[in-house]
């Protein structure tokens, strides 16, 4: 970051978002209800969660039956067996488990119960991911652009957590109008050593920096505008997969799960 730079973030509020409203339409009322203007660079973080509520994603949980292997996994992690299973249905792998928490692989990141979460949605609930937060992403972009001219970012973004780390942080599902990784490697550092490994989370930084926002209770703010940030912006189709390493390269992958 060039020294004098200022990244300024703006919460917005919105109203309690149901299955088939107009994200796009809702996120730019919001914008100028609050006396904001969106600008040519600006990056728009949105929850994974609002998304997923506009596309019906939610689950009543009664609907759900579980199998046996639910039933035995959910005994020893103390999660509801519905629950269980909805995890066990929407995951790549499940590892194991611990208090109130499967680690599993989905869309080839190790997530906390594949992403599916049971706050902030009605008793007896559960909320899945956004069926295809790339998509959902570059959607919004182009929503946008059509309904105000401006080329943003938009960050779909989700919480973690970290091995050994306390706490939950943000990242960045789906991506679209910024590079979401900077590679670092082959730059000298103060010192004139070259830089061998490192690459920079640049999305996902940015998504740490909305989730202080956003919170993770009843703030009920899912949206967060981002003004002044050090991306590089683009209008090539952001894969996931660009954020992704391989599992032989990941230290903790590579490491603990061979």
Request: overall charge positive; glycine content about 8%.
């Amino acid at each position: 970051m060039k020294t004098g730079m200022v990244m300024s973030l703006y919460p917005i509020r919105t109203k309690i978002l149901e299955a088939g409203d107009d994200l796009t339409s809702i996120i730019i009322k919001e914008i100028n209800e609050q006396n904001l203007t969106l600008e040519d660079g600006d990056i728009i973080i949105i929850a994974s969660k609002a998304v997923a509520r506009i596309e019906g994603r939610m689950v009543r949980l009664n609907d759900v039956k579980p199998s046996k292997e639910a039933y035995k996994i959910a005994k020893e992690t103390q999660l509801e067996p519905e629950f269980v299973e909805l995890v066990i249905k929407e995951s790549q792998i499940v590892y194991g488990g611990v208090y109130r928490a499967l680690l599993t692989l989905k869309n080839n990141i190790l997530q906390a119960n594949a992403g599916i979460d049971s706050s902030n949605v009605p008793k007896g609930y559960a909320i899945l991911l956004p069926k295809n937060s790339t998509k959902s992403a570059h959607k919004i972009r182009n929503q946008i652009y059509q309904k105000t001219g401006h080329k943003v970012g938009i960050i779909i973004a989700d919480s973690r957590t970290h091995p050994l780390r306390l706490g939950n942080t943000g990242f960045a599902l789906g991506v679209a109008g910024i590079k979401p990784v900077v590679d670092e490697r082959g730059k000298k550092d103060l010192y004139g050593n070259t830089l061998k490994i490192t690459r920079r989370a640049v999305a996902d930084n940015l998504a740490c920096a909305a989730e202080i926002l956003m919170g993770e209770g009843n703030e009920q703010i899912p949206v967060v505008i981002i003004k002044g940030a050090p991306v590089e912006t683009t209008e090539e189709y952001i894969d996931e997969l660009q954020m992704i390493i391989s599992r032989n390269q990941c230290m903790y992958f590579g490491t603990l799960f061979k």
